[in-house]
Every structure is written in structure tokens, then in C-alpha cells.
């Protein structure tokens, strides 16, 4: 059964302080229109800047998820995205005054409680769902860290959390339906272990903390001078219980909130995929980093199959792009190894380029000598030149440069290639390069057949003088 996109019916703000920046700050909600998904725009920033919710632009995920696109960022935005993506509201414009969003009470619920406010309206156009058709997952070993997406036909998140601790141990919350999200997970908060205070307070960090918006986990028995110092530092007097357990400022709202928490921030991560998900979501031990690590996987999945569906078939008659000419001021590559001819098309995204076969290539001779095939390993090597313009062109003094390999993942060869064969080479970014850290997408064709795909990972290196 189809479902349509939504938005909100009319615009709804709070006000509230940052958890870490204490600052304080407004939130409005507004509606979209259908395909906008979730962005955030910096009102107090000369131009109001608008910050796109998506993977891509995550920069710092130490404690809360951080977007930074251009000059502007907004920090700790998954309990607001969380809120968004339980009720089921596709697109929305979040105006903020600060450079972080407030906290809340430390759960989603108070978000909720605006977006019903305003209402949710249903738009004409179709929800864009993007149905997990193979396993996705993320792992950090060194952690134990998991965290996988199974195809199924709608939404579910199972979360497992291990603190190795005697009084949080290990916890295990579920949502089976994301209709079940506002009473069984919005409502859950955001929990600190209380030997962690006193450090993030010294790091300037949780400024906008103040013991009612977090649950807060005492391991073991602490002296009432030591309470009553750090109930002082948080302006929170008054607080007498300090056997191992919960801090009696507060009681929780499940007996197992914290995981119920870990799955909201995992909710909110996840919408910056930028379009709702049909998968099973299961995670151990997860957190910020890994859970929009898995986000960007998923992206990196959907920007895959998109190219899949264009296929750069060559047109003689259009004019080249670059040259071999112009091609040797970019590669440092010379005979026998420059494996790239001419480039048809070049975007700061993509790019498109041709490797011409010929008989006369020597490796032939060997590989093999009763049926030529062009060499794997030099087909994966034009793909990653190609790549490697792509990088380069948008590098100032390029020829003070060169990329090299750190990863390839997924290489799949479909066909093979022979003596006189045309190579199209398409690449595409996969996510903005950061830190000279390359990602990109290649598929290499001959006509309309694809030959070879994978996924290449390179790092930029300035040259030795």
C-alpha cells in the first residue's frame, strides 16, 4: 500500500539551552515542500545558511552529532531528527538561533509534542522509501561494536547495550513498529555516568546540563560531601541518595531507558540517510560515530544503484573535456602506465573517461596468448586514474599532488575486456572529501555493458620536493 509524504501543517518553536554550549536558543519547526527532507538554517548566521541533514556533512560525533556545511554547524541534532523521523514527517525546515539545538528534558518527547502541536499534513507526492535488498553493516572489532541492516518490508531497531558495569550492565530495548516510537522510545533520556561530570564540565562541555535532563548512573557508593559538590556545580542541591543505582533527582521512566535511548540517538542518526528506511536495524553497543557511520554506508548504497542507472555511452562527436595532453599535466602516469585516454565529462562530482584498447598493448601478448583479455588489475588501475583526475582537477597547483590507495571494496568484473575495446570509465564521489580522503564509485563499461564496479578509497599526498 502506497503512503504519501508529510510535513508539518504549520510552524511550532521551543526554546531551550544546548546541552554542552549552555547557550540559549530557539527551534521552529516549518513545512516543507515533498523531496525537501530535513534542514536545519542557522537564522543568527549572516545569510542564514542552510545546513542539509544528511551523512555526508556529519563532522563530530564524540558526544552528539555535529553538521557542518560551508561555514555553519548545529550541534547535537539527533533528538530533534529522532522526533521527525518516529512520527513519520518526511520534510521540514528547522530554523535555529544557536549553533546547537536545545535539550530538551534529554529525550525526544518534548519535540513530539511540538510536531503534534503543529500537525502533520500529507502531501500529494509519494513517500521515497529506500528498501534495504542486501545486508549493510558496520563493525569496530577493536569495540565490539556492531551494527547491520536486514531487508524487511518496514522499519524495526533492536539495540543491545554493554557498559561492563555492575549497576547499568547490559540492557536490550526493541521497536517493532515505528508507530510505537512516540510512546516507547520518545520519551526516554539521555543518561551519564556520574564520574563523567565533573571531567565534561571541565572540558566546557554540558554547560547546559543541569541533572534534570539526563539520567545519571552512580556505580558505586560516593560520599554526600562528593554529591553535594557536584549537585552544586550543576546548580542542583539537595540531592541525598548516593547508594549505587540512579541519582534520586530523578526516576526512570523504563526499566531499561538507557537502551531505549541509545535506539532514539540511533533513530536520529539514521535520518540522515535522507529518506525513510525499510530494514531490521541491529545493533550492539552502538553509538554516534558508528551509527552515522552506518548511514553513510546506506548512502553510499543509494548514490550506487543512482549511477547504475546511467550508463555513459561515447559520442564521438562531442569534443573532449581534457586532452592526453592536458591529461599528462594532471598524472604523473608515463608510458607504459598511463591508462587514460581522453575525458568526456568532468562535474565536481563525477567525471567520464575512455581508455582505448589495441592489440599492440604488449601485455597482450602474455595475457593470454591463445585469447587476449585486458588485465584485471590494469582495468582497476584506469578506473582509479580516472578517479584520480577527478581529485585532482579540484586541487590548486594539482601537480604538486598525487593519489594513492588505501582501500578497494566490492570490485566486481562482469565481463572481459579485448583488443580493440573502448573503456568508458564513469566515477562519482561518494561523499565530500575530507581530510584528503577520497571515496568514490567507479564502473567501467564497454558499450552498454557494464564490466567492472567497486568502490575505491584514496588519500591525496602532497609531493616530496
Excluded: W
Aim: glycine fraction near 6%; charge should be negative.
Amino acid at each position: 500500500m502506497s503512503q504519501k509524504q508529510t510535513t508539518l501543517a504549520k510552524e511550532v518553536s521551543l526554546k531551550g539551552k544546548g546541552l554542552h554550549s549552555g547557550i540559549d536558543v530557539t527551534v521552529t519547526f516549518k513545512p516543507a515542500p515533498a523531496n525537501h527532507g530535513y534542514k536545519f538554517c542557522r537564522t543568527d548566521l549572516p545569510g542564514s545558511p542552510v545546513i542539509d541533514a544528511v551523512a555526508d556533512h556529519v563532522t563530530e560525533t564524540s558526544r552528539g552529532t555535529t553538521l557542518v556545511q560551508g561555514e555553519a554547524s548545529v550541534a547535537t541534532i539527533e533528538h530533534v531528527l529522532a522526533a521527525f523521523y518516529g512520527m513519520r514527517v518526511d520534510n521540514a525546515l528547522i530554523d535555529i538561533d544557536g549553533p546547537e539545538a536545545p535539550i530538551m528534558g534529554g529525550s525526544a518527547r518534548m519535540f513530539v509534542e511540538a510536531i503534534k502541536k503543529a500537525g502533520i499534513k500529507v502531501l500529494d507526492e509519494e513517500r521515497n522509501y529506500y528498501v534495504i535488498k542486501e545486508k549493510i553493516a558496520f563493525s569496530d572489532e577493536e569495540h565490539g561494536v556492531d551494527l547491520i541492516i536486514y531487508p524487511d518490508d518496514h522499519f524495526s531497531a533492536h539495540v543491545l547495550i554493554d557498559y561492563n558495569s555492575k549497576i547499568l550492565g547490559n540492557q536490550y530495548a526493541i521497536l517493532n513498529h515505528i508507530d510505537d516510537f512516540e510512546n516507547e522510545i520518545a520519551g526516554s533520556r539521555t543518561f551519564v555516568f556520574f564520574h563523567e561530570l565533573e571531567p565534561l564540565f571541565r572540558m566546557g562541555l554540558i554547560k547546559g546540563g543541569d541533572m534534570e535532563n539526563a539520567v545519571v548512573i552512580l556505580e558505586r557508593e560516593v560520599e554526600q560531601e562528593e554529591i553535594d559538590r557536584i549537585a552544586k556545580m550543576f546548580n542542583k542541591p539537595g540531592i541525598t541518595e548516593h547508594h549505587a543505582g540512579v541519582l534520586n533527582n530523578t526516576k526512570l521512566r523504563y526499566p531499561n531507558e538507557p537502551a531505549r535511548h541509545k535506539l532514539l540517538d540511533l533513530m536520529g542518526d539514521l535520518a540522515l540517510v535522507g529518506q525513510p528506511l525499510k530494514g531490521k536495524v541491529v545493533a550492539t553497543r552502538p553509538g554516534h560515530y558508528s551509527n552515522t557511520r552506518l548511514a553513510r554506508l546506506v548512502r553510499q548504497q543509494i548514490k550506487r544503484q543512482m549511477t547504475k542507472k546511467e550508463i555513459p555511452l561515447l559520442d564521438t562527436t562531442k569534443p573532449a573535456v581534457m586532452d592526453i595532453q592536458q591529461i599528462k599535466k594532471l598524472l604523473p602516469h608515463r608510458f607504459p602506465f598511463l591508462m587514460v585516454d581522453r575525458i568526456l565529462e568532468l562535474t565536481d562530482s563525477h567525471i567520464i573517461g575512455i581508455k582505448n584498447t589495441t592489440y599492440n598493448e604488449a601485455f597482450f601478448q602474455g595475457h593470454f596468448e591463445q585469447e587476449h583479455v585486458f588485465p584485471g588489475v590494469l582495468l582497476v588501475e584506469t578506473m582509479a586514474q580516472v578517479g584520480g583526475i577527478l581529485v585532482l582537477s579540484n586541487v590548486d597547483e594539482p601537480e604538486k599532488y598525487s593519489t594513492y590507495f588505501l582501500k578497494i571494496d566490492r570490485m566486481k568484473f562482469k565481463h572481459k575486456v579485448i583488443p580493440g575495446d573502448t573503456i568508458v570509465v564513469r566515477s562519482d564521489l561518494i561523499e565530500p572529501i575530507r581530510r584528503n580522503i577520497v571515496i568514490m564509485y567507479s564502473q567501467a563499461f564497454v558499450g552498454e555493458k557494464l564490466v567492472a564496479e567497486g568502490e575505491m578509497t584514496a588519500q591525496v599526498i602532497r609531493n616530496k620536493q
